[in-house]
Every structure is written in C-alpha cells, then in structure tokens.
C-alpha cells in the first residue's frame, strides 16, 4: 500500500515566490478538530477518496454537490484540522492525507473511521 510521503510543516520552506498555505505541525493537531471535520458528509468523502486514491489528488478530482466556494471551504477545514496536506503544483492545489500524521498521534482512528463510513455506505446504497 502506497502512501503520500508528507513533510511536517515546521521542516517545509516554499520556493521563493511560491504560494505557502498554513498546516499544524503534528504536535498541533487536536483530536476534536479532527472529529469536527470528519463529522461532515462532504469532507469525509474527500478523505474517503483520498485514502483509496493513497496519493496526492487535485481539488479539480473531487465531484462534491457544492459550490466551488462551499468546496474550497472544505479543504480549508481538513487542512487546519491536521487531516490533509495541501500544496501547490503549478496552478492545481494538491491534497493529500496526513496519514502518519494521524496515525502517530491517533492511532488506529483514521481506518476505523474509513471502515465504518464504508459500512454506513453500504447500509445506505451508497457505495
């Protein structure tokens, strides 16, 4: 299983002229800033489709029943939770998810979240 190779945020220098967006370091991120974001349907669908994806996606890869507004929104939340890492590449804003992040200080929380989102899925007919 590949994962995002993600860089604590007090080691990660921008380029020079290059767009830097603020991320908790790993001792930042609290546990109910991470159950705040996962708590809503669009942004745990986001994570979803990160952790199936294992690599970094385009904010342009997600098919969300929002504005591009409301979506931006979004990411901003799993972005100041700790949840994922955004970063510029180009003119696309990629994301992907803090998995070693979480799973250091959270051990175990994002699998079982992702397994019981998939259970509900299925429940529903959704997935």
């Known amino acids: 299983m590949r994962r995002a190779t993600v860089t604590p945020a007090s080691t990660t220098a921008p380029a020079a002229g290059a767009r830097a967006l603020a991320h908790p370091a790993r001792e930042e991120i609290r546990l109910e800033a991470v159950l705040h974001a996962l708590s809503d349907p669009v942004r745990l669908c986001v994570v979803r489709e ?10 342009s890869c997600f098919d969300l029943p929002v504005t591009k507004s409301t979506s931006t929104h979004h990411f ?3 972005r100041e939770s700790g949840i994922v890492r955004q970063t510029y590449r180009g003119t696309a804003k990629m994301n ?3 998995r070693d992040d979480l799973d250091a200080l959270f051990p175990g929380l994002l699998d079982r979240v992702l397994e019981a989102a998939a259970c509900q899925a299925v429940r529903l007919g959704e997935g």
Request: hydrophobic share 50%; with cysteine.
């Open 50 to 59: 990160l952790a199936a994806a294992e690599d970094e996606l385009t904010c």
């Open 76 to 78: 901003r939340v799993l």
């Open 96 to 98: 992907g998810l803090r």
